[in-house]
């Protein structure tokens, strides 16, 4: 019987290492992505020797509610979500104490004084659907984007894409974005 001195081999335990170090680089550089979920900011902590606990007058306060079947509520009368968006505008831009000069309301007794005491309360129920509640706060950004862009051409006379931070800062203070979120415990 011959033994082969010379016999070529392969070495298959640096290849085992190899596929590994690969497994482990694919995991590190792959992104999953988590593109559900609603941007929100927390409010900032309040300063002291600042009052940050303000009473509202109730005509101020918009209330929304999404039951557990998704039931859009608004004010205790159900509305349905294509109207929530000019519903909110109309609440939010109303002038009812007549001191805002740059509102378009009509200034029905019922709504905010002016935009910048107006507040949008929304309580949804734990069991409500996602899309309703995802849907719900589109509307509510839809509303204040709309007022802002009125406002930046018709008061500062400028396009979005001509707005400097000065000037936005300018329509945040013109329209504040206002609004509570609560559960609702059964």
Partial sequence: MRHYKN???????????IAFLLLIFFLITTKIPN??????????????????????????????????????????DTIEMNNLKNELKMFIDNNGD??????????????????????????????APYATFIEVQDEITKAYYD?????????????????SEEDIEKIKKAYPFVLSEAEIID
Avoid: W
């Avoid at 740059?102 to 949804?124: M, Q």
């Fill in 7 to 17: 016999r070529p081999e392969v070495h298959a335990g640096s290849m085992a290492d």
């Fill in 98 to 127: 007549k001191t805002c000069t740059y509102c378009n309301g009509d200034s029905i007794i019922t709504s905010s004084d002016n935009p910048k005491v107006a507040a949008i309360s929304l309580s949804t129920h734990r069991k």
């Fill in 147 to 163: 007022l802002r862009m009125v406002y930046a051409e018709a008061v500062l006379q400028k396009k979005t894409t001509e707005l």
């Fill in 35 to 76: 593109e559900k979920g609603v941007m929100r900011g927390l409010p900032q902590k309040c300063p002291p020797n600042v009052e940050c606990n303000i009473d509202l007058n109730e005509r101020n306060v918009l209330r929304l509610l999404v039951n557990e079947k998704g039931e859009l509520f608004l004010n205790d």
